[in-house]
């Protein structure tokens, strides 16, 4: 099974849901973001090549995070929202998904900091400074890389 037909089904597992009436969009979205994305990682998310000046100062990749800088939550929440109420579209949800499994690496305190109502995910209003992988020191780059392993399915564009 390919990476299309696994996220149409996870979509239709999460919209029976919606269909029941059980759970709101936000609701409907955790199941994939919390439950199906976190298995399926290692093939749909991609990592951007990016990361924080603090997640390269951190020295480790012990609180280090995969932020969806896309807005993945907010972004898929409303899709099921708007499907909700408009009709279903497994190609639309698949579509966005892949658009959305972008990511950068930051600290968890810079990924908390991208998560509340006042910054909203605005990297500038946060005072977050981003590198290219290209400009990491050379000693940074192993920590990194095992946080990025296992977790992304770009990995080995990364080694190198």
């Known amino acids: 099974m390919d990476i299309d037909e696994k996220l149409r089904l996870c979509y239709e597992i999460i919209m029976q849901t919606a269909r029941a009436g059980i759970f709101t969009a936000r609701a409907v979205r955790?199941?994939?973001t919390h439950w199906f994305g976190r298995e399926l990682s290692g093939e749909i998310r991609m990592f951007?090549?990016?990361?924080?000046e603090e997640a390269?100062?951190?020295r480790t990749h012990i609180g280090l995070v995969l932020e969806h800088y896309l807005r993945i939550q907010t972004e898929l929440t409303a899709l099921i929202r708007r499907h909700m109420v408009d009709g279903e579209n497994p190609e639309e949800f698949v579509s966005e998904v892949k658009r959305l499994e972008q990511v950068h690496i930051v600290t968890k305190r810079e990924n908390n900091l991208?998560?509340?109502n006042?910054?909203?995910g605005n990297y500038q209003e946060a005072?977050?400074?981003l590198v290219?992988?290209?400009?990491?020191?050379?000693?940074?780059?192993?920590y990194l890389r095992r946080k990025l392993r296992?977790?992304?399915?770009?990995f080995e564009k990364f080694l190198g």
Request: overall charge neutral; cysteine-free; hydrophobic content about 30%.
């Open 118 to 120: 006042r910054i909203r």
């Open 150 to 154: 296992g977790q992304v399915a770009n």
């Open 30 to 32: 955790t199941g994939y």
């Open 127 to 129: 005072g977050i400074k």
């Open 132 to 142: 290219h992988w290209v400009e990491v020191p050379p000693e940074s780059l192993e």
């Open 48 to 52: 951007s090549g990016y990361v924080s």
């Open 56 to 58: 390269i100062e951190n």
């Open 114 to 116: 991208l998560r509340t």
